[in-house]
Protein backbone atom coordinates (compact mmCIF):
# COMPACT_ATOMS: atom_id res chain seq x y z
CA UNK A 1 0.00 0.00 0.00
CA UNK A 2 1.54 3.22 -0.67
CA UNK A 3 1.16 6.41 1.38
CA UNK A 4 -1.59 8.14 -0.55
CA UNK A 5 -3.51 5.21 -0.26
CA UNK A 6 -2.62 4.96 4.02
CA UNK A 7 -3.78 8.38 4.19
CA UNK A 8 -6.55 7.85 2.61
CA UNK A 9 -7.51 4.95 4.78
CA UNK A 10 -6.87 6.47 7.18
CA UNK A 11 -9.30 9.17 6.65
CA UNK A 12 -11.79 6.97 5.26
CA UNK A 13 -15.46 7.21 7.23
CA UNK A 14 -14.87 3.60 9.04
CA UNK A 15 -11.66 4.66 10.33
CA UNK A 16 -13.21 8.30 11.44
CA UNK A 17 -16.42 6.19 13.39
CA UNK A 18 -13.77 3.86 14.94
CA UNK A 19 -11.88 6.38 16.53
CA UNK A 20 -14.72 8.61 17.61
CA UNK A 21 -16.59 5.37 18.87
CA UNK A 22 -13.69 4.89 21.25
CA UNK A 23 -13.20 8.43 22.51
CA UNK A 24 -16.73 8.53 23.26
CA UNK A 25 -16.88 5.16 24.67
CA UNK A 26 -14.16 6.46 26.97
CA UNK A 27 -15.72 9.63 27.69
CA UNK A 28 -19.44 8.27 28.29
CA UNK A 29 -17.93 5.49 31.01
CA UNK A 30 -16.17 8.55 32.51
CA UNK A 31 -19.12 10.70 32.75
CA UNK A 32 -20.78 7.80 34.54
CA UNK A 33 -18.23 7.82 37.17
CA UNK A 34 -17.49 11.18 37.78
CA UNK A 35 -21.65 11.93 38.15
CA UNK A 36 -21.57 10.30 41.50
CA UNK A 37 -18.49 12.13 43.05
CA UNK A 38 -19.66 14.01 45.99
CA UNK A 39 -18.77 17.86 46.26
CA UNK A 40 -15.52 17.64 48.20
CA UNK A 41 -14.25 14.82 45.52
CA UNK A 42 -14.91 17.32 42.49
CA UNK A 43 -13.63 20.53 44.49
CA UNK A 44 -10.41 18.80 44.55
CA UNK A 45 -10.33 17.67 41.26
CA UNK A 46 -11.51 21.25 39.43
CA UNK A 47 -8.39 23.21 42.06
CA UNK A 48 -5.63 20.58 40.57
CA UNK A 49 -6.79 20.92 36.75
CA UNK A 50 -6.61 24.82 37.80
CA UNK A 51 -3.45 25.07 38.90
CA UNK A 52 -1.83 22.55 36.48
CA UNK A 53 -3.23 25.30 33.79
CA UNK A 54 -2.03 28.09 35.55
CA UNK A 55 1.35 26.96 36.03
CA UNK A 56 1.84 26.92 32.16
CA UNK A 57 0.08 29.74 31.00
CA UNK A 58 3.14 31.41 30.60
CA UNK A 59 3.94 28.89 28.23
CA UNK A 60 1.18 27.55 26.20
CA UNK A 61 0.99 31.46 25.72
CA UNK A 62 4.04 31.10 23.86
CA UNK A 63 2.97 28.43 21.89
CA UNK A 64 0.00 29.46 20.89
CA UNK A 65 1.80 32.77 19.62
CA UNK A 66 4.55 30.96 17.99
CA UNK A 67 2.02 28.52 15.92
CA UNK A 68 -0.55 30.77 15.46
CA UNK A 69 1.11 33.95 14.79
CA UNK A 70 -2.12 35.77 16.56
CA UNK A 71 -2.04 37.78 19.45
CA UNK A 72 0.07 38.70 22.13
CA UNK A 73 2.04 36.54 24.45
CA UNK A 74 1.59 38.93 27.90
CA UNK A 75 -2.32 39.16 27.09
CA UNK A 76 -2.83 35.28 26.09
CA UNK A 77 -0.78 34.78 29.63
CA UNK A 78 -3.53 37.23 31.14
CA UNK A 79 -6.08 35.36 29.46
CA UNK A 80 -4.82 31.47 30.40
CA UNK A 81 -4.31 32.66 33.71
CA UNK A 82 -7.62 33.80 34.47
CA UNK A 83 -9.42 30.87 32.55
CA UNK A 84 -7.70 28.43 34.92
CA UNK A 85 -7.41 29.50 38.31
CA UNK A 86 -9.32 32.31 37.81
CA UNK A 87 -12.62 30.47 37.51
CA UNK A 88 -11.84 28.04 39.95
CA UNK A 89 -11.86 31.21 42.77
CA UNK A 90 -14.89 32.30 40.64
CA UNK A 91 -17.03 28.91 41.41
CA UNK A 92 -15.08 27.31 44.28
CA UNK A 93 -17.60 27.69 46.44
CA UNK A 94 -20.94 26.74 44.51
CA UNK A 95 -21.79 23.62 44.92
CA UNK A 96 -23.47 21.92 41.36
CA UNK A 97 -23.63 18.15 42.83
CA UNK A 98 -25.18 18.34 46.05
CA UNK A 99 -29.42 18.58 46.33
CA UNK A 100 -30.42 21.98 46.91
CA UNK A 101 -33.63 22.60 49.30
CA UNK A 102 -35.97 24.66 48.85
CA UNK A 103 -38.59 24.28 52.02
CA UNK A 104 -40.98 27.32 51.25
CA UNK A 105 -41.95 25.84 47.60
CA UNK A 106 -40.92 22.35 48.64
CA UNK A 107 -39.12 21.57 46.55
CA UNK A 108 -35.32 19.13 45.78
CA UNK A 109 -33.28 20.51 43.05
CA UNK A 110 -30.99 17.36 41.87
CA UNK A 111 -27.77 18.83 39.95
CA UNK A 112 -27.48 16.01 36.47
CA UNK A 113 -24.74 16.71 34.30
CA UNK A 114 -25.21 16.80 30.71
CA UNK A 115 -22.81 13.57 30.15
CA UNK A 116 -20.60 13.94 27.63
CA UNK A 117 -19.40 17.08 26.27
CA UNK A 118 -18.11 17.81 22.58
CA UNK A 119 -16.19 21.24 22.65
CA UNK A 120 -14.89 22.96 19.56
CA UNK A 121 -12.46 25.42 20.43
CA UNK A 122 -11.09 28.26 17.76
CA UNK A 123 -7.74 29.34 16.63
CA UNK A 124 -8.19 32.84 17.87
CA UNK A 125 -8.19 32.59 21.62
CA UNK A 126 -6.88 28.30 21.86
CA UNK A 127 -5.69 27.63 25.03
CA UNK A 128 -7.32 29.77 26.85
CA UNK A 129 -11.04 28.63 25.52
CA UNK A 130 -9.21 25.08 26.42
CA UNK A 131 -9.10 26.03 30.20
CA UNK A 132 -12.72 27.75 30.26
CA UNK A 133 -14.55 24.49 29.22
CA UNK A 134 -12.78 21.96 30.68
CA UNK A 135 -13.05 24.44 33.91
CA UNK A 136 -16.56 24.57 33.21
CA UNK A 137 -16.79 20.47 32.80
CA UNK A 138 -14.79 19.19 35.68
CA UNK A 139 -16.90 21.61 38.06
CA UNK A 140 -20.06 20.06 36.74
CA UNK A 141 -19.02 16.59 36.75
CA UNK A 142 -18.94 15.97 33.27
CA UNK A 143 -16.54 14.55 30.69
CA UNK A 144 -15.30 16.54 27.88
CA UNK A 145 -13.38 15.79 24.30
CA UNK A 146 -11.91 18.52 22.51
CA UNK A 147 -11.53 19.42 19.15
CA UNK A 148 -8.78 21.89 18.47
CA UNK A 149 -8.80 24.29 15.45
CA UNK A 150 -6.59 22.80 13.29
CA UNK A 151 -4.14 26.41 13.14
CA UNK A 152 -3.69 25.63 17.18
CA UNK A 153 -4.43 21.41 17.56
CA UNK A 154 -0.34 21.00 18.49
CA UNK A 155 -0.84 23.44 21.31
CA UNK A 156 -4.29 22.83 22.51
CA UNK A 157 -3.45 18.67 22.56
CA UNK A 158 -0.94 19.42 24.85
CA UNK A 159 -2.80 21.61 27.14
CA UNK A 160 -5.59 19.02 27.34
CA UNK A 161 -3.17 16.35 28.02
CA UNK A 162 -1.99 18.48 31.09
CA UNK A 163 -5.76 19.27 32.70
CA UNK A 164 -6.46 15.28 32.20
CA UNK A 165 -3.25 14.45 33.67
CA UNK A 166 -3.94 16.51 36.76
CA UNK A 167 -7.78 15.32 36.87
CA UNK A 168 -6.84 11.76 36.73
CA UNK A 169 -3.71 12.53 39.55
CA UNK A 170 -6.53 13.79 41.79
CA UNK A 171 -8.75 11.14 41.24
CA UNK A 172 -10.93 11.60 38.06
CA UNK A 173 -11.75 8.63 36.01
CA UNK A 174 -9.46 8.10 33.27
CA UNK A 175 -11.46 9.23 30.35
CA UNK A 176 -12.79 12.60 31.43
CA UNK A 177 -11.29 14.91 29.78
CA UNK A 178 -9.84 14.24 25.78
CA UNK A 179 -8.97 15.39 22.75
CA UNK A 180 -8.59 14.94 19.23
CA UNK A 181 -5.14 15.28 18.27
CA UNK A 182 -5.50 15.53 14.36
CA UNK A 183 -9.32 16.88 13.70
CA UNK A 184 -10.40 16.53 10.41
CA UNK A 185 -14.14 17.57 9.28
CA UNK A 186 -15.27 13.91 8.67
CA UNK A 187 -14.23 13.12 12.49
CA UNK A 188 -15.75 16.23 14.06
CA UNK A 189 -18.75 15.20 11.55
CA UNK A 190 -18.67 11.88 13.40
CA UNK A 191 -18.67 13.53 16.74
CA UNK A 192 -21.46 15.95 16.15
CA UNK A 193 -23.71 13.51 15.04
CA UNK A 194 -22.61 10.96 17.25
CA UNK A 195 -25.68 9.74 19.94
CA UNK A 196 -23.12 9.66 22.69
CA UNK A 197 -22.31 13.30 22.85
CA UNK A 198 -24.90 14.81 25.01
CA UNK A 199 -24.30 18.69 24.18
CA UNK A 200 -22.09 19.97 21.93
CA UNK A 201 -20.53 23.89 22.95
CA UNK A 202 -19.34 25.58 19.74
CA UNK A 203 -17.13 28.44 19.60
CA UNK A 204 -15.90 29.17 16.07
CA UNK A 205 -17.19 30.88 12.64
CA UNK A 206 -20.44 30.94 11.69
CA UNK A 207 -20.54 27.68 9.63
CA UNK A 208 -18.90 25.83 13.04
CA UNK A 209 -21.78 26.92 15.15
CA UNK A 210 -24.43 26.26 12.20
CA UNK A 211 -23.31 22.51 11.90
CA UNK A 212 -23.34 22.22 16.00
CA UNK A 213 -27.17 23.31 16.05
CA UNK A 214 -27.76 20.92 12.52
CA UNK A 215 -25.93 18.11 14.41
CA UNK A 216 -29.18 16.76 16.10
CA UNK A 217 -27.79 16.61 19.51
CA UNK A 218 -28.05 19.41 22.19
CA UNK A 219 -25.98 22.68 21.20
CA UNK A 220 -24.88 25.82 22.30
CA UNK A 221 -23.45 28.10 19.83
CA UNK A 222 -22.60 31.85 20.24
CA UNK A 223 -22.44 34.43 16.77
CA UNK A 224 -19.76 37.12 15.98
CA UNK A 225 -19.22 40.19 17.86
CA UNK A 226 -19.37 43.75 16.50
CA UNK A 227 -19.74 46.39 19.17
CA UNK A 228 -20.50 49.89 18.70
CA UNK A 229 -19.12 52.45 21.53
CA UNK A 230 -21.40 55.26 22.04
CA UNK A 231 -19.13 58.35 23.87
CA UNK A 232 -21.45 61.34 25.04
CA UNK A 233 -20.55 64.21 26.13
CA UNK A 234 -21.09 63.64 30.01
CA UNK A 235 -18.15 61.34 30.28
CA UNK A 236 -14.49 61.63 31.40
CA UNK A 237 -13.19 61.42 28.06
CA UNK A 238 -9.02 61.13 29.27
CA UNK A 239 -10.79 57.83 30.89
CA UNK A 240 -13.01 56.86 27.70
CA UNK A 241 -9.87 57.06 25.11
CA UNK A 242 -7.42 55.10 27.75
CA UNK A 243 -10.15 52.60 28.21
CA UNK A 244 -10.92 51.74 24.61
CA UNK A 245 -7.44 51.71 23.02
CA UNK A 246 -6.30 49.78 26.51
CA UNK A 247 -9.46 47.06 25.51
CA UNK A 248 -8.97 47.32 21.57
CA UNK A 249 -5.59 46.28 21.37
CA UNK A 250 -5.64 43.86 24.47
CA UNK A 251 -4.48 40.66 22.50
CA UNK A 252 -3.86 42.39 19.26
CA UNK A 253 -8.18 43.02 19.26
CA UNK A 254 -8.39 38.51 18.62
CA UNK A 255 -11.47 38.72 21.35
CA UNK A 256 -14.44 38.91 19.69
CA UNK A 257 -16.03 41.30 22.41
CA UNK A 258 -13.39 43.99 21.26
CA UNK A 259 -14.85 47.49 20.10
CA UNK A 260 -15.60 47.81 16.37
CA UNK A 261 -16.87 51.55 15.70
CA UNK A 262 -16.90 54.90 17.73
CA UNK A 263 -19.96 56.67 17.98
CA UNK A 264 -18.80 59.99 18.81
CA UNK A 265 -21.43 62.96 19.91
CA UNK A 266 -20.43 65.96 17.50
CA UNK A 267 -19.37 68.37 20.56
CA UNK A 268 -16.80 66.21 21.52
CA UNK A 269 -15.57 64.17 18.85
CA UNK A 270 -12.45 66.39 18.18
CA UNK A 271 -11.39 66.25 21.89
CA UNK A 272 -11.85 62.40 21.70
CA UNK A 273 -9.59 62.01 18.80
CA UNK A 274 -7.07 64.06 20.85
CA UNK A 275 -7.22 61.83 23.50
CA UNK A 276 -6.86 59.01 22.03
CA UNK A 277 -3.79 60.03 20.04
CA UNK A 278 -2.09 60.71 23.63
CA UNK A 279 -3.16 57.07 24.69
CA UNK A 280 -1.15 55.51 21.71
CA UNK A 281 -3.96 55.33 19.12
CA UNK A 282 -2.77 56.51 15.48
CA UNK A 283 -5.33 58.77 13.98
CA UNK A 284 -5.36 58.28 10.05
CA UNK A 285 -5.92 60.48 7.59
CA UNK A 286 -8.15 59.60 4.68
CA UNK A 287 -5.88 58.33 2.28
CA UNK A 288 -4.59 55.94 5.04
CA UNK A 289 -8.15 55.29 5.64
CA UNK A 290 -8.10 54.09 2.08
CA UNK A 291 -5.21 52.24 2.11
CA UNK A 292 -5.95 50.23 5.25
CA UNK A 293 -9.59 49.90 3.65
CA UNK A 294 -7.77 48.32 0.64
CA UNK A 295 -5.41 45.94 2.94
CA UNK A 296 -8.14 44.56 5.14
CA UNK A 297 -10.79 43.86 3.01
CA UNK A 298 -10.05 41.94 -0.43
CA UNK A 299 -13.27 41.76 -2.74
CA UNK A 300 -15.48 42.98 0.25
CA UNK A 301 -14.06 40.10 2.30
CA UNK A 302 -11.86 40.17 5.16
CA UNK A 303 -7.92 40.01 4.63
CA UNK A 304 -7.23 36.40 7.15
CA UNK A 305 -3.46 37.32 7.33
CA UNK A 306 -4.58 40.43 9.18
CA UNK A 307 -6.23 38.91 12.09
CA UNK A 308 -4.13 39.43 15.76
CA UNK A 309 -1.14 41.43 14.02
CA UNK A 310 0.03 44.20 15.73
CA UNK A 311 -1.01 48.11 14.64
CA UNK A 312 2.18 48.53 13.61
CA UNK A 313 2.70 45.59 11.38
CA UNK A 314 -0.66 46.33 9.60
CA UNK A 315 0.52 50.08 9.15
CA UNK A 316 3.63 49.10 7.69
CA UNK A 317 1.41 47.11 4.95
CA UNK A 318 -0.53 49.91 4.42
CA UNK A 319 2.31 52.16 3.80
CA UNK A 320 1.54 54.18 7.32
CA UNK A 321 4.68 55.31 9.53
CA UNK A 322 2.49 54.39 12.86
CA UNK A 323 5.71 51.97 14.54
CA UNK A 324 4.77 53.21 18.08
CA UNK A 325 0.65 52.73 17.72
CA UNK A 326 -1.20 50.53 19.69
CA UNK A 327 -4.51 51.04 17.64
CA UNK A 328 -5.22 52.42 14.03
CA UNK A 329 -8.37 54.97 14.14
CA UNK A 330 -10.05 54.99 11.27
CA UNK A 331 -12.43 57.81 10.69
CA UNK A 332 -15.27 57.74 7.91
CA UNK A 333 -18.47 59.44 7.03
CA UNK A 334 -20.69 56.20 6.11
CA UNK A 335 -21.71 54.74 9.31
CA UNK A 336 -23.46 51.53 7.45
CA UNK A 337 -22.05 48.55 7.50
CA UNK A 338 -21.90 48.83 3.60
CA UNK A 339 -18.65 50.17 5.04
CA UNK A 340 -16.31 47.77 5.57
CA UNK A 341 -14.76 49.69 8.40
CA UNK A 342 -17.64 49.15 10.25
CA UNK A 343 -18.09 45.54 10.17
CA UNK A 344 -15.99 43.25 13.04
CA UNK A 345 -12.68 43.83 12.73
CA UNK A 346 -10.15 40.76 14.87
CA UNK A 347 -7.15 43.27 14.18
CA UNK A 348 -6.46 47.30 16.14
CA UNK A 349 -7.83 48.97 14.00
CA UNK A 350 -10.91 51.17 15.23
CA UNK A 351 -13.86 52.44 13.16
CA UNK A 352 -14.56 56.51 13.97
CA UNK A 353 -17.78 58.40 13.39
CA UNK A 354 -19.19 61.79 14.23
CA UNK A 355 -23.04 61.21 15.50
CA UNK A 356 -25.13 64.53 16.64
CA UNK A 357 -26.84 63.28 19.35
CA UNK A 358 -28.58 60.20 21.24
CA UNK A 359 -30.87 59.87 18.86
CA UNK A 360 -28.57 59.39 16.02
CA UNK A 361 -25.85 57.44 18.21
CA UNK A 362 -28.33 55.11 18.71
CA UNK A 363 -29.11 54.70 14.75
CA UNK A 364 -25.96 54.50 14.23
CA UNK A 365 -24.98 51.82 16.18
CA UNK A 366 -28.31 49.78 15.47
CA UNK A 367 -27.12 50.05 11.29
CA UNK A 368 -23.54 49.19 12.48
CA UNK A 369 -25.37 46.09 13.86
CA UNK A 370 -27.90 45.23 11.35
CA UNK A 371 -26.00 41.98 9.55
CA UNK A 372 -23.63 41.26 12.44
CA UNK A 373 -23.14 41.17 16.02
CA UNK A 374 -26.28 41.07 17.21
CA UNK A 375 -26.90 39.61 20.62
CA UNK A 376 -23.51 40.11 21.48
CA UNK A 377 -22.45 43.38 23.09
CA UNK A 378 -22.19 47.08 23.33
CA UNK A 379 -20.77 49.78 24.90
CA UNK A 380 -21.35 53.26 26.25
CA UNK A 381 -19.11 55.70 28.09
CA UNK A 382 -21.55 58.21 29.60
CA UNK A 383 -22.17 59.33 33.41
CA UNK A 384 -26.54 60.10 32.21
CA UNK A 385 -28.29 57.35 33.61
CA UNK A 386 -30.95 57.91 30.86
CA UNK A 387 -28.58 58.22 28.35
CA UNK A 388 -27.24 54.30 29.17
CA UNK A 389 -30.69 53.00 29.75
CA UNK A 390 -31.97 54.57 26.81
CA UNK A 391 -28.90 53.29 24.72
CA UNK A 392 -29.14 49.76 26.39
CA UNK A 393 -32.67 49.44 25.75
CA UNK A 394 -32.66 50.21 22.08
CA UNK A 395 -29.28 48.24 20.93
CA UNK A 396 -29.75 44.57 19.45
CA UNK A 397 -27.41 43.72 22.67
CA UNK A 398 -27.50 41.61 25.38
CA UNK A 399 -24.49 42.78 27.36
CA UNK A 400 -23.95 46.95 27.55
CA UNK A 401 -20.63 47.64 29.37
CA UNK A 402 -20.34 50.97 30.64
CA UNK A 403 -17.51 53.06 31.15
CA UNK A 404 -15.19 49.68 30.71
CA UNK A 405 -12.93 48.40 27.96
CA UNK A 406 -15.84 45.98 25.85
CA UNK A 407 -13.24 43.27 25.74
CA UNK A 408 -12.68 42.35 29.21
CA UNK A 409 -15.66 43.82 30.13
CA UNK A 410 -18.02 41.93 28.10
CA UNK A 411 -15.89 38.82 29.08
CA UNK A 412 -16.85 39.54 32.88
CA UNK A 413 -13.07 40.18 33.72
CA UNK A 414 -13.28 43.73 34.20
CA UNK A 415 -17.08 43.33 35.31
CA UNK A 416 -19.28 41.19 37.44
CA UNK A 417 -20.20 39.66 34.68
CA UNK A 418 -19.75 35.84 34.82
CA UNK A 419 -16.34 35.53 33.48
CA UNK A 420 -16.24 33.78 29.99
CA UNK A 421 -14.66 32.83 26.80
CA UNK A 422 -17.70 31.99 24.77
CA UNK A 423 -20.63 35.10 24.99
CA UNK A 424 -24.27 33.76 24.02
CA UNK A 425 -25.89 36.12 22.00
CA UNK A 426 -29.57 34.99 22.35
CA UNK A 427 -32.19 34.43 20.09
CA UNK A 428 -31.57 37.69 18.05
CA UNK A 429 -28.43 36.42 17.37
CA UNK A 430 -29.28 32.99 16.73
CA UNK A 431 -28.16 30.92 19.54
CA UNK A 432 -29.39 28.92 22.39
CA UNK A 433 -28.40 30.92 25.21
CA UNK A 434 -27.86 34.68 26.28
CA UNK A 435 -25.61 35.10 28.70
CA UNK A 436 -22.00 34.30 29.46
CA UNK A 437 -21.20 30.82 29.43
CA UNK A 438 -21.44 29.43 32.86
CA UNK A 439 -20.83 26.16 34.68
CA UNK A 440 -25.20 25.82 34.61
CA UNK A 441 -25.07 25.33 31.36
CA UNK A 442 -23.64 22.20 31.73
CA UNK A 443 -25.92 20.75 34.54
CA UNK A 444 -29.97 20.69 34.25
CA UNK A 445 -31.80 20.04 37.62
CA UNK A 446 -34.12 17.59 38.02
CA UNK A 447 -36.88 18.43 40.67
CA UNK A 448 -38.72 16.95 43.64
CA UNK A 449 -41.88 19.15 43.83
CA UNK A 450 -44.64 18.21 46.47
CA UNK A 451 -48.12 19.17 46.42
CA UNK A 452 -48.51 22.94 47.58
CA UNK A 453 -51.65 22.39 49.70
CA UNK A 454 -50.71 23.27 53.06
CA UNK A 455 -52.51 20.31 54.03
CA UNK A 456 -49.59 18.41 52.62
CA UNK A 457 -46.04 18.51 54.64
CA UNK A 458 -42.57 18.81 53.28
CA UNK A 459 -40.25 15.76 54.06
CA UNK A 460 -36.87 16.29 55.72
CA UNK A 461 -34.55 16.33 53.31
CA UNK A 462 -31.70 18.18 55.38
CA UNK A 463 -28.15 15.29 56.05
CA UNK A 464 -29.51 12.75 53.53
CA UNK A 465 -26.93 12.03 50.66
CA UNK A 466 -27.16 11.16 47.40
CA UNK A 467 -25.19 7.80 46.31
CA UNK A 468 -21.84 8.67 45.41
CA UNK A 469 -18.66 7.39 45.26
CA UNK A 470 -15.03 8.02 46.38
CA UNK A 471 -12.15 9.09 43.99
CA UNK A 472 -10.86 6.64 41.41
CA UNK A 473 -8.14 5.33 43.56
CA UNK A 474 -10.57 4.02 46.18
CA UNK A 475 -12.50 1.86 43.37
CA UNK A 476 -10.25 0.59 41.21
CA UNK A 477 -11.02 -3.22 42.78
CA UNK A 478 -13.18 -3.07 40.21
CA UNK A 479 -10.38 -3.27 37.30
CA UNK A 480 -8.15 -6.40 39.07
CA UNK A 481 -4.41 -4.85 38.74
CA UNK A 482 -5.90 -1.93 37.17
CA UNK A 483 -3.32 0.41 38.95
CA UNK A 484 -0.30 -1.36 37.20
CA UNK A 485 -2.63 -1.33 33.17
CA UNK A 486 -1.03 0.27 30.50
CA UNK A 487 -2.96 3.08 29.29
CA UNK A 488 -4.32 0.55 26.13
CA UNK A 489 -5.30 -2.15 29.06
CA UNK A 490 -7.25 0.24 31.11
CA UNK A 491 -9.27 1.83 28.23
CA UNK A 492 -9.88 -1.54 27.71
CA UNK A 493 -11.56 -2.39 31.06
CA UNK A 494 -13.14 1.00 30.93
CA UNK A 495 -14.89 0.10 27.67
CA UNK A 496 -15.66 -3.59 29.52
CA UNK A 497 -17.24 -1.75 32.22
CA UNK A 498 -19.23 1.18 29.73
CA UNK A 499 -20.76 -2.69 28.46
CA UNK A 500 -21.33 -3.97 31.76
CA UNK A 501 -23.64 -0.77 32.34
CA UNK A 502 -25.16 -0.48 29.24
CA UNK A 503 -25.92 -4.47 29.81
CA UNK A 504 -27.98 -3.54 32.97
CA UNK A 505 -29.39 -0.33 31.70
CA UNK A 506 -30.85 -2.86 28.43
CA UNK A 507 -32.01 -5.40 31.17
CA UNK A 508 -34.03 -2.91 33.31
CA UNK A 509 -35.73 -1.39 30.07
CA UNK A 510 -36.44 -4.83 28.79
CA UNK A 511 -37.92 -5.85 32.50
CA UNK A 512 -40.07 -3.19 32.59
Known sequence: MNEQQTIQRMQSPDVDAARAIQILNSAQWASERYSKMNFSSVQSIARAVADAGFAKAKEYAEWAVTETGYGRIEHKIVKNEACSKGIFDQYAEVD??????????????????????FALTPVTNPVATVYFKTMLSILTRNAIVI????????????????????????????????????PTIPLIDRFLSSDLVDLIV?????????????????????????????????????????????????????????????????????????ELGRAKAYICSPSEVDALRKILF???????????????????????????AEVLVTPVDLIQPEEPLVREKLCPVLAFGRVKDLTTGIAAARSVMRKSGKGHSAVIHSSDEKTILAYA???????????????????????????SMTIGTGFVGGSSVGDNLKPENFVNMARIAYNSAVSESFGNF?????????????????????TSMSEDNLQESARAELRRIIREELKAILAA
Not at 158 to 174: F, K, Q, V, W, Y
Open 147 to 182: SPHPGAKNVCSDAARTLSEAAIAAGAPHGVVQVIDE
Open 298 to 324: NDGEFNMEMIGRDASVIAAEAGISASN
Open 393 to 419: DAVPALRIVVNVGCSLGVAGFETHLGP
Open 96 to 117: FTSPRIDRKNKIVELPRPAGVV
Open 462 to 482: EGLQRKTIQPLESVLVDFPQA
Open 202 to 274: ATGGPAVVKAAYQSGNPAIGVGSGNAPVLVDDSCDLQKAARYIVGSKSFDNSILCTNESTILAYDAIADQLLT
